[in-house]
């Protein structure tokens, strides 16, 4: 029940089925210059039916009000099987004995409805009867908003949609703390912000942390900060209204944001709230539970001192934030759910802080409903009678308890059914360290707390997570639906079978490894090592399938081809003959439809043993020769040394050839893959030691040296890996630290670039866009994964879904960008994905830098 059934340009609604995402609908309602006004952080995959159910604001609904404000009427069936049409839906304004019975209930009690409900807009607890007021038109449409499914099932809504004003400005203040933050706000509402949100340096802090400091733009001096939102329909209009709210706000520093870029940056922090305090700067998981309080805005800077004041008494750690404009805010804590007493501090601590939200005239919840989290709470703001008439509501629409029980009225208590995951860490024989867990598997996988930006379509915005999803539409491939089971493994349920379960296996056989999650999820998720743990611990000292062999020690047959010269052209002949091919591919574990890249006649370690280097007045470079630019893509190398030896850097290469162990990691094969490594970082090390940069080619192979290394070696050698990953560069990051270098001129250079799922998550494509923009190249940075993903793609059961993964963007845009535009891709996975799928040669970075030096350089 996905569909948009209506847009009225003219009228400015929609008519809408409960299972349409937000954005969606924005993407619909574009063409019309419509969209709907509150819009929650989650509104890449916030269905409207949701956003019914818990009354969902957003950061704007102090410009375009609450889900309820905007909705102008429903399609219901109540729990007794009626249906009702109310307001504004087609064949609506039929009598009913369930709005008669209504009408009488609410009559009978229109002083305490009057004195309880609707008293400030963050009211969202309990049912929002005030919309039954007679003086309110008795509108039973808005009633039903926010009562979390315990009332009616949703069929379609009206809906009213909203025009994008011309001009939007961004004002952000700073203040010493978020409680000085929020005791401004009173003094800024009167200028009419559509948003007016609060975060603080513990949020921006663990952004730097997880995405580096480019993440973080420039904030003013403080470490409480609001974003106020102004729009209208002259910008200079706007510019003045700043100005007042700058010098009534009583900040101590400001900046105005008119680059919507960078005003979007800003926003993603605040909108990625949820899932970055998921965990504490001391590595402890937070959960929900008390997340979105609210209280009149008046009182906030009050209630917010006293919250903090309250989490010390009970030993717990939160990070507040959230809409400080309608006074409602988000915080995650850390709950002792693991300890014997973790129970009654949890139950303790909602007592308290329901006690102080009342007596600051608020509510147990601001936007996302009280659910069984909260619904046990609603005494200390509600009388007895109050409550009792909500009771009276619920059998009017549900006489026999059938939707949501437990919820609102007659509620379950707070911890009746807690998954308090007494998780049992798991921690002998792992494959990877997990240093950011405390070394706990465990741990890990409850990083997720069920945000669900992996069920998003955030590539266009360059994202990468959650290819598969996109491609199935299924939870299980989700990375959500993932960590799921992943937590069912590592809290027992999943029987004496663990790792091997067929469960474990479903979830994950289509998980690319990526590693888009990685950067991706708010949370810090990295599925693409929860993978290779759990195929490691599924075939330690087990047959694996045919592909590991074949793919996984890729390298090693690589290095035999470099050694006899005349296996290369005995192994192309039998990857081109019709005849072999099939044995080839049954062997393998490949799919028959792939064709397997051709060895190069000459190695990149054979050209280079041959060249001859020259001095650099910067310094030294070792180039990490990988094996797939070594065996297959020379030319990638070649063309590198050609960029660094311009750019002033003499070029060096390790005695040996070394290997960073990627497709042993993606395939499990963590042993290997951990022998691979300690030799690649005692290779580099006297180099490093010696002041050169090492310079990666490969994406995958650079992003195991700046990563992954680490998790897989210990003691000394874990330390010699982290030497390694600060002296580790991409091609595009050591030409942005080289002094005096400038690009060839791109001016005229127009395509579209695929970065790398592991270039994207580990090291960031920012350096790269920097590059090509400077070079005057005007380059288009598509999202989402190229779908062939190392062995993936390859590997037997898997190319459907591959080439459904590169449907989504990249091939659509090869076939957009036409015989003449550049088509950019470091990866060696996604230049063979585009020969194979789209008969078309991606171009490496260093080789397009190439083609355009000078004569003679």
């Known amino acids: 029940m996905n569909r948009v059934l209506e847009v009225d340009p003219e009228a400015g609604t929609a008519l809408v089925e409960p299972g349409i995402v937000q954005a969606r609908l924005h993407q619909i309602a574009a063409a019309h210059g419509l969209r709907f006004g509150p819009d929650p952080s989650t509104r890449t995959r916030a269905t409207l039916g949701g956003m019914i159910g818990n009354n969902a604001c957003g950061s704007r609904a102090l410009g375009y009000g609450r889900t309820s404000d905007n909705v102008l009427g429903l399609d219901v069936v109540t729990g007794s099987g009626e249906r009702l049409r109310l307001g504004d839906v087609p064949d609506s304004g039929t009598e009913s004995a369930v709005l008669e019975r209504l009408r009488g209930v609410v009559g009978d009690h229109l002083a305490v409805v009057r004195t309880e409900f609707g008293r400030f807009g963050r009211q969202v607890s309990g049912y929002s009867l005030e919309h039954l007021l007679p003086e309110n038109g008795f509108d039973v449409a808005k009633a039903l908003v926010g009562s979390e499914g315990t009332l009616a099932l949703t069929l379609a809504a009206r809906i009213r949609m909203v025009r994008e004003p011309a001009c939007r400005l961004l004002v952000v203040l700073g203040y010493g703390s978020m409680a ?24 921006t802090g663990v952004v730097r942390e997880r995405r580096g400091a480019d993440a973080v733009p420039p904030l003013p001096r403080g470490s409480g900060w609001m974003l106020v939102e102004l729009a209208g329909a002259e910008i200079g209009a706007l510019r003045a209204t700043a100005g007042q709210v700058v010098k009534e706000s009583g900040c101590v520093d400001s900046m105005l944001v008119e680059d919507m870029a960078l005003g979007d940056a800003l926003w993603r922090i605040r909108e990625d709230g949820s899932g970055l305090v998921a965990r504490t700067p001391g590595g402890e998981q937070a959960h929900a539970g008390w997340e979105d309080s609210a209280v009149p805005p008046e009182r906030l800077g009050q209630y917010l001192r006293e919250l903090e004041a309250l989490l010390g008494e009970f030993g717990l750690f939160g990070v507040p934030y959230g809409h400080f404009g309608d006074g409602c805010i988000h915080v995650r804590i850390d709950f002792p759910l693991g300890r014997d007493d973790g129970v009654r501090v949890f139950r303790g601590f909602l007592t308290e802080a329901a006690t102080l939200a009342a007596r600051h005239g608020g509510t147990m919840s601001g936007e996302h409903g009280d659910g069984r989290a909260r619904s046990e709470l609603l005494p200390h703001m509600y009388s007895a009678e109050a409550l009792a008439l909500c009771s009276a509501v619920k059998d009017v629409f549900d006489p026999d308890d059938l939707l949501n029980p437990g919820v609102i009225v007659r509620p379950a208590p707070v911890d009746a059914e807690l998954r308090a995951a007494r998780v049992v860490p798991i921690r002998r024989e792992l494959g990877l360290s997990y240093r950011d867990d405390r070394g706990d598997f465990a741990r890990a996988v409850h990083r997720c707390t069920g945000v669900g930006k992996c069920r998003a379509d955030n590539t266009g915005a360059g994202g990468v997570m959650c290819p598969s999803y996109l491609a199935t539409r299924e939870e299980k491939d989700s990375t959500r639906g993932r960590a799921r089971v992943l937590q069912e493994l590592a809290t027992g349920d999943l029987g004496p079978v663990g790792w091997k379960s067929k469960a474990v296996h479903d979830v994950l056989d289509l998980c690319l490894s990526c590693k888009g999650c990685a950067s991706d999820c708010p949370t810090g998720i990295d599925m693409a090592s929860y993978k ?9 000292r087990r047959v694996r399938p045919r592909s590991h062999y074949a793919l996984g020690w890729l390298p090693r047959w690589t290095r035999f081809a470099a050694k006899v010269p005349p296996a290369i052209r005995v192994m192309n002949a039998a990857m081109r003959s019709r005849a072999l091919k099939p044995l080839v591919a049954w062997g393998a574990g490949i799919d028959r439809r792939r064709t397997l890249p051709a060895f190069a006649p000459t ?20 180039l990490f020769v990988d094996s797939f630019t ?10 590198t040394v050609k960029v660094l030896e311009h750019a002033g850097y003499r070029v060096t290469v390790t005695e040996r050839p070394v290997c960073c162990g990627i497709t042993w990691i993606s395939t499990g094969q963590l042993d290997g893959a951990r022998a691979q490594v300690r030799r690649t970082v005692r290779a580099l090390l006297p180099h490093v030691r010696r002041g050169a940069t090492v310079v990666g080619m490969e994406p995958s192979c650079t992003g195991v040296l700046r990563s992954d290394a680490e998790e897989l070696l210990t003691g000394a050698d874990a330390d010699a890996a982290r030497e390694v990953a600060a002296a580790t560069r991409t091609l595009a990051e050591l030409l942005a630290e080289t002094p005096g270098w400038t690009p060839p001129d791109l001016s005229g250079v127009a395509g579209i670039a695929q970065p790398h799922c592991h270039h994207h998550a580990v090291m960031g494509w920012t350096k790269d866009a920097a590059l090509l923009k400077k070079a005057g190249a005007e380059v288009r940075r598509l ?5 062939l993903a190392g062995n993936f793609g390859v590997e037997k059961g898997h190319h459907d879904v591959s080439v459904a993964v590169a449907e989504h963007q990249l091939l659509p845009a090869v076939r957009e960008t036409g015989a003449d535009g550049v088509v950019l891709a470091d990866g060696f996975s996604c230049r063979t994905q585009l020969r194979e799928l789209a008969s078309r040669d991606g171009e490496h970075l260093a080789e397009l830098l190439a083609r355009h030096l000078p004569d003679g350089a």
């Open 180 to 203: 000085e933050a929020a005791d401004a706000v009173p003094a800024i509402l009167p200028y009419g912000p559509v948003a007016c949100e609060g975060l603080d340096s513990r949020i």
């Open 532 to 540: 290779a743990e759990a195929l490691y611990q599924r075939y330690r």
């Open 603 to 622: 190695t990149f370690r054979r050209w280079f043993a041959s060249h001859r280097s020259v001095e650099g007045r910067h310094g030294d470079v070792v």
């Open 630 to 639: 070594d065996a297959f893509s020379p030319k990638v190398g070649e063309a």
């Open 783 to 787: 999202g989402n994964c190229c779908g």
